[in-house]
């Protein structure tokens, strides 16, 4: 019983550690569960922000390229207009210089150079100082006959005004050359318009001989240089219309981006976190604060549920080992008990009942020796029976056998209970001494039987009248109950039939 008592215990033991464990595992789980989906939300958000963010960026940008080719065109379509020409120029190459580099451009004398504010300065040389164009222009000349500059003069260079191109793997010659004359100046400053030049196909490259030496103090500079065709000319409605949508445009985009601003962090223009008090950024660090807050509350709470479960574990627990121990000191009383009482009373009871039983057999020993010296005193005057009287010998013989044979079994029994006193001794179980005690009680009545038995035949012996003879049966129970014998009770009879 210890031992069961001992194994539910580790159970218990054992399932209120598989609790813990389950509980703990759980409780982290949902904590990872829980913080996984705050950054997966706050990651999705701040990626569907950064995304409209980078959108909009980008719509400003391409917004902003379009505006600034649009002002490169207007800036370039307005810089075609020469003074007094009357014509819009459309080009289809043209070089400004205003990233201080030469754009591909030589010169004869040297690699030409460009000042800061963007204009291209031939090298210095007393013979022919020109500059040639990079190659692969690809001008269609049936197209594009036209080109327009705009140049400045230093001093008094001396005017050559050629003009001369190539095929592409061709080199320069007189033969595909153009002279022009010399523009009018105005402070220095002149736009050239060189018109219809007698080129045809492709046009790889350009070289301008404009002046027929070149130093420090005589020189001149280009601003732009551009190979194209005349086109309709902007009048002051359309420039304006242009300024118009520019403007439509730009306050559109300073609009928008102020818009987006609001939308991210509010009227906050600075760039503090902690004091932005409105707008989408707001809203993602409060949600995040209070998605963090109630992922605190529900650790908490777990927490606590955890510790209640803990406590009401523990409490069965200690009911468990208390009830376990009380069990205990019953047990022990109760083995006490039947080592002490139990057994000396069955025991005690039993010795009682054999010994009566002994006495019953002795009686009936000393029963039978009389009843067999009358029946020898009774052969002497009963020659004439002798054959009942036979009879009536063997079947008392059996009865004999039958009694020693009864003697037998109590010796049995005694040896047998012998062995039951030493195994009651080791505490034997009571069914075994109920059994014992039953079986013992059936021989009681067996015995009472066969005492009654030889009783009545021994009245019938010594009440019987010589020649008067009368036949009774008694009925014999075996110990194996297998047969029923009987004997004769031969009795004399007179003259008048009774007995």
Same mark, same amino acid.
């Given at each position: 019983?210890?031992?069961?008592?001992?194994t539910?215990?580790?159970?218990?033991?054992?399932?209120?550690?598989?609790? /813990?464990?389950?509980?703990?595992?759980?409780?982290?789980?949902?904590?990872?569960?829980?913080?996984?989906?705050? /950054?997966?939300?706050?990651?999705?958000?701040?990626?569907?922000l950064?995304?409209?963010?980078?959108?909009?960026? &980008?719509s400003?940008?391409?917004?902003?390229?379009?505006?600034?080719?649009a002002?490169?065109?207007?800036?370039?379509?307005?810089?075609? %207009?020469?003074?007094?020409?009357?014509?819009?120029?459309?080009?289809?190459?043209?070089?400004?210089?205003?990233?201080?580099?030469?754009?591909?451009?030589?010169?004869?004398?040297?690699?030409?150079?460009?000042?800061?504010?963007?204009?291209?300065?031939?090298?210095?040389?007393?013979?022919?100082?020109?500059?040639?164009?990079?190659?692969?222009? &690809?001008?269609?000349?049936?197209?594009?006959?036209?080109?327009?500059?705009?140049?400045?003069?230093?001093?008094?260079?001396v005017?050559?005004?050629?003009?001369?191109?190539?095929?592409?793997?061709?080199?320069?010659?007189?033969?595909?050359?153009?002279?022009?004359?010399?523009?009018?100046?105005?402070?220095?400053?002149?736009?050239?318009?060189v018109?219809?030049?007698?080129?045809?196909?492709?046009?790889?490259?350009?070289?301008?001989?404009?002046?027929?030496q #070149?130093?420090?103090?005589?020189?001149?500079?280009?601003?732009?240089?551009?190979?194209?065709?005349?086109?309709?000319?902007?009048?002051?409605?359309?420039?304006?219309?242009?300024?118009?949508?520019?403007? /439509?445009?730009?306050?559109?985009?300073?609009?928008?981006?102020?818009?987006?601003?609001?939308?991210?962090?509010g009227?906050?223009?600075?760039?503090?976190?902690?004091?932005?008090?409105?707008?989408?950024?707001?809203?993602?660090?409060?949600?995040?604060?209070?998605?963090?807050?109630?992922?605190?509350?529900?650790?908490?709470?777990?927490?606590?549920?955890?510790?209640?479960?803990?406590?009401?574990?523990?409490?069965?627990?200690?009911?468990?080992?208390?009830?376990?121990?009380?069990?205990?000191?019953?047990?022990?009383? %109760?083995?006490?008990?039947l080592?002490?009482?139990?057994?000396?009373?069955? %025991?005690?009871?039993?010795?009682?009942k054999?010994e009566?039983?002994?006495?019953?057999?002795?009686?009936?020993?000393a029963?039978?020796?009389?009843?067999?010296?009358?029946?020898?005193?009774?052969?002497?005057?009963?020659?004439?029976?002798?054959?009942?009287?036979?009879?009536?010998?063997?079947?008392?013989?059996? #009865?004999?056998?039958?009694?020693?044979? #009864?003697?037998?079994?109590?010796?049995? %029994?005694?040896?047998?209970?012998?062995?039951?006193?030493?195994?009651?001794?080791?505490?034997?179980?009571?069914?075994?001494?109920?059994?014992?005690?039953?079986?013992?009680?059936?021989?009681?009545?067996?015995?009472?039987?066969?005492?009654?038995?030889?009783?009545?035949?021994?009245?019938?012996?010594?009440?019987?009248?010589?020649?008067?003879?009368?036949?009774?049966?008694?009925?014999?129970?075996?110990?194996?109950?297998?047969?029923?014998?009987?004997?004769?009770?031969?009795?004399?009879?007179?003259?008048?039939?009774?007995?």
């Amino acid at each position: 019983m210890n031992a069961q008592i001992k194994t539910a215990e580790n159970g218990l033991k054992q399932s209120l550690s598989q609790v /813990n464990t389950t509980l703990t595992n759980a409780v982290k789980q949902e904590t990872a569960d829980r913080i996984a989906d705050v /950054n997966a939300k706050a990651s999705q958000a701040a990626d569907e922000l950064l995304a409209a963010t980078q959108g909009i960026e &980008a719509s400003i940008e391409s917004l902003t390229q379009v505006m600034k080719t649009a002002d490169e065109n207007l800036a370039r379509e307005m810089s075609s %207009l020469a003074a007094g020409a009357n014509i819009q120029f459309d080009s289809q190459v043209i070089w400004h210089f205003n990233n201080q580099t030469t754009e591909g451009w030589t010169g004869s004398a040297g690699v030409p150079g460009v000042s800061q504010d963007g204009w291209l300065r031939p090298a210095d040389s007393a013979t022919d100082p020109y500059i040639t164009s990079p190659g692969g222009l &690809a001008v269609d000349g049936a197209a594009y006959r036209f080109i327009m500059l705009r140049f400045r003069k230093t001093g008094k260079p001396v005017w050559a005004g050629e003009i001369r191109w190539v095929s592409a793997g061709e080199n320069f010659t007189n033969t595909k050359r153009y002279i022009v004359a010399e523009p009018e100046y105005a402070d220095g400053v002149a736009t050239l318009t060189v018109r219809d030049i007698p080129w045809t196909g492709n046009i790889d490259r350009i070289r301008l001989d404009l002046t027929n030496q #070149q130093d420090a103090s005589n020189f001149i500079e280009f601003d732009w240089i551009a190979v194209g065709r005349p086109a309709p000319g902007a009048s002051t409605a359309a420039l304006q219309d242009v300024r118009s949508t520019l403007s /439509n445009a730009l306050t559109a985009e300073a609009q928008a981006r102020s818009t987006l601003a609001a939308q991210m962090r509010g009227s906050y223009d600075g760039s503090d976190l902690e004091k932005v008090t409105s707008g989408l950024l707001y809203q993602e660090k409060t949600a995040r604060v209070t998605a963090i807050s109630a992922e605190v509350k529900a650790r908490e709470s777990l927490q606590t549920q955890f510790n209640d479960n803990k406590a009401a574990v523990s409490g069965e627990l200690s009911s468990l080992t208390t009830e376990q121990s009380a069990q205990a000191s019953r047990i022990g009383g %109760l083995e006490t008990s039947l080592g002490k009482k139990a057994d000396a009373a069955a %025991l005690t009871s039993l010795t009682q009942k054999v010994e009566q039983q002994g006495t019953t057999l002795t009686s009936q020993g000393a029963a039978l020796t009389s009843l067999t010296n009358r029946v020898g005193q009774t052969e002497t005057g009963l020659a004439g029976t002798n054959e009942a009287l036979s009879g009536l010998q063997s079947v008392v013989t059996q #009865q004999g056998d039958r009694i020693t044979s #009864q003697g037998q079994s109590i010796t049995k %029994l005694t040896s047998d209970l012998g062995t039951t006193n030493t195994a009651l001794a080791k505490k034997a179980e009571a069914a075994a001494v109920t059994a014992l005690t039953q079986q013992v009680e059936q021989n009681g009545r067996d015995i009472r039987s066969n005492t009654d038995s030889i009783t009545s035949l021994s009245n019938q012996l010594v009440n019987g009248q010589p020649n008067r003879w009368s036949r009774r049966l008694y009925p014999v129970q075996l110990a194996n109950a297998g047969t029923v014998p009987s004997f004769s009770d031969v009795r004399a009879v007179g003259a008048n039939g009774r007995g």
